[in-house]
């Protein structure tokens, strides 16, 4: 088991933002998200202004879930 501290998504080492996955959690809920986009612009494949705003809507709550489990964002360059 895993403790409490573990951040699902590692800060970057260069930019601002997140890097892949540390854990399986982390890991599922980047494929979950990636193929409910993927479903998305197949089932919204002919409403592009409905698709633009799904995947708009999509891409926010993915970036509120990393703000949540991932580290702090910060601009960073190279070590620290």
């Given at each position: 088991m895993q403790s409490n501290d573990v951040k699902w998504f590692p800060a970057k080492?260069?930019?601002?933002?997140?890097?892949?996955?540390?854990?399986?959690?982390?890991?599922?809920?980047?494929?979950?998200w990636m193929a409910l986009v993927v479903a998305g612009s197949i089932v919204l494949a002919k409403h592009l202004l409905i698709y633009i705003a799904y995947a708009f809507i999509m891409g926010a709550v993915f970036f509120v879930i990393c703000l949540l489990k991932g580290e702090k964002?910060?601009?960073?360059?190279?070590?620290?």
């Open positions: 080492k260069y930019g601002w933002g997140w890097g892949l996955p540390t854990c399986w959690e982390g890991w599922v809920v980047m494929i979950v964002p910060r601009w960073r360059w190279g070590k620290d």
